[in-house]
Nanobody, 117 residues
């Protein structure tokens, strides 16, 4: 059984930091690109950051210089370090495990991030 589970969301003031984590089980981790997306009600889910097995990273322009993504292949885990948070970063953040060969995605249930004073 495949499981993708996020943790680390919460509320923070503008300019603050949060670290999200995601653990994937039931998959061959090396076959999967891992990433973070976010979504607000009534809007499309948007890419935040993705990282390949070898460490190739793609970041959305809106988070470059503020967010970093990392991957611990020994623990089937990825992290999203979010610094200098802005109110517009408020969203539900979803972790995804994506197999680019068979076009298969496994999504976590999401974790809420709220940036507000």
């Amino acid at each position: 059984q495949v499981r993708v589970v996020e943790s680390g969301g919460g509320s923070v003031q503008p300019g603050g930091s949060l670290r999200l984590s995601c653990v994937a089980s039931g998959i061959l981790f090396s076959d999967y690109v891992m990433g973070w997306y976010r979504q607000n009600p009534g809007t499309d889910r948007e890419l935040v950051a993705v990282i390949s097995w070898g460490g190739t990273i793609t970041l959305a322009d809106s988070v470059k210089g503020r967010f970093t993504i990392s991957r611990d292949n020994s623990r089937n885990t990825i992290h999203l370090q979010m610094n200098s948070l802005k109110p517009e970063d408020t969203a539900v953040y979803y972790c995804v495990a994506r197999n680019p060969v068979v076009f298969l995605n496994y999504w976590g249930p999401g974790t809420q991030v709220t940036v507000s004073s």
